[in-house]
């Protein structure tokens, strides 16, 4: 079975505002308890977290060896203020204040840094990202200074400039990655980046209401022909699925994801070897150095 590398367990894949406010006065350690069994019961022994501003992947990952579960995260995502980001961490202003954020994080336990460098997927605009994304400088300054501290960089990342910005930066792994373009995934086969797409964060949605069918194919299209280049460039993928996200339970999702790959690239050895040669550069790199 393969392992979790893009989880919330602070989120239940249902509501995401009652799924925090259980935790507002500190983890509750019975709701934790219950994911982490579930990821047991799924046969997944990796879990890597995208972190929470609440402790509660922290306190995951201290109950976590009970489960048989090798359990990392980054304890909170750190972003710029006025960014996308706070859902999920800690903000800052300057420079300065990100080299805080990382010794901070590293006090807490963390075992690498998770960036934010860009929005969402914009569902009313095809093609286009909330937001406005980080400058390149800035980003090669986050991850050079996360590198220095000896932390891996996980980046939370879409659009062709923000991911062009990550992979020049160096980041060890890029998430979601929606709507790359060519150079982009040139610049991704060249470098040391491991792509975890969470296709399933789209895939997921249709048919449920939420969005209408025809906004969420031409996303998901875009996803899988992209998932195809990567494939043929020769790109390091690893599968994460964003369990926690709405319509992403924990435990399934990885395996929903799983089944997105196969549908697009077929069951085959050399697609599941490659998607676990992904996994265990992603198990090497983010543990603190």
Known sequence: MFGECHAHIIMDGINYREAVDIHKNGPDDSVIRMHLKTYRKSGITFVRDGGDALGVSRRARELAAE???????????IHKEGHYGSIVGKGFTTMKEFHQRVLEAGKEGADFIKIMTTGLLDFTNHGNITGEPLKADEVKEMVHIAHEEGFAVMSHTNGAYGVRAALQAGVDSLEHGNYMDEESLCMLAESHTVWVPTLVTVRNLLGCGRYDDQVLIPIMESGEENIKKAYEKGASVALGSDAGAYMVPHGRGIEDEYHAFTEILGEKPEVTEWL??????????????
């Open 276 to 289: 676990n040669e992904g996994e265990k550069k992603i198990k090497s790199r983010f543990c603190r150095q």
């Open 67 to 77: 489960y048989g579960i090798d359990y990392r995260t980054p304890v909170f995502a």
